[in-house]
């Protein structure tokens, strides 16, 4: 089945510890991104990489790092997490870069730091 | 910059009643257009989008939406509602000039509730 897969689904941490989101789609896509979702703000871009080796900032980027070292995989680092940064995150993936190509979604990270 | 806002964060219908979600975008070139459904605990499925062609689109789950350029407008509607229609749902829209690649900006999500 077609799908990009986060894990966790869910992570309760604390300030300052080191984490990482994992994001993997089986779709060969070539463009994915990590947005996050708050209440009444919709969903705002993190980060995204239009391939294998390339990674840019979206409007979000503050406290985050990602990489791309394989077209499948797009991790979400945070190195030393804040409670401003909790939220529920979603990576998505398309075939092309290109601006109409539909995202395909996962299902989500909520986190959450105390 | 691109700016989506979507009017009501929360909308209540009857089943069978119409549903109707309003969109409107800032750009002075028209943007691609998108409408996501958020189901809870899932992620984000597309419903349709507008590219280019007709100015009305059709999607899935008997949704559509219209394109009107002179209102920068892009709002969602449905004839009837079904229960099943209860979720969230986010416009979205791409910059057809932007080089940053698949990038979409984003409402602030409208919930929507269906009663029995």
């Known amino acids: 089945e077609a799908q990009v897969t986060q894990n966790p689904r869910y992570l309760i941490t604390v300030t300052g510890k080191k984490l990482t989101v994992t994001c993997s789609q089986n779709?060969?896509?070539?463009?994915m991104s990590w947005y996050r979702q708050d209440p009444g703000l919709g969903l705002r871009q993190i980060y995204y990489s239009m391939n294998v080796e390339v990674t840019d900032k979206g409007d979000v980027p503050e406290g985050y790092k990602v990489s791309r070292k394989e077209k499948r995989n797009f991790p979400l680092i945070l190195e030393s997490p804040s409670p401003n940064q909790t939220s529920l995150y979603f990576c998505?993936?398309?075939?092309?870069?290109?601006?109409?190509?539909?995202?395909?979604f996962g299902n989500g990270t909520r986190l959450t730091v105390t | 910059a691109q700016s989506v806002t979507q009017l009501g964060s929360h909308v209540s219908v009857s089943e069978g009643a119409l549903v109707l979600l309003r969109c409107n975008y800032s750009s002075s070139v028209p943007p691609y257009l998108f409408w996501y459904v958020q189901y809870p605990n899932q992620g984000l499925q597309l419903l349709l989008k507008y590219t280019s062609a007709a100015t009305l689109v059709k999607g899935i789950n008997g949704f559509e939406a219209e394109f009107k350029k002179s209102e920068t407008s892009f709002h969602l509607t449905k004839p009837s509602a079904h229960m099943s229609d209860a979720a969230e749902y986010f416009c979205a829209v791409s910059d057809r000039v932007k080089a940053a690649g698949n990038k979409l900006t984003f409402g602030g999500g409208t919930r929507v509730l269906v009663k029995p």
């Open positions: 779709m060969n896509h070539e463009y």
């Open positions: 998505a993936s398309s075939f092309s870069p290109v601006n109409n190509s539909p995202l395909h």
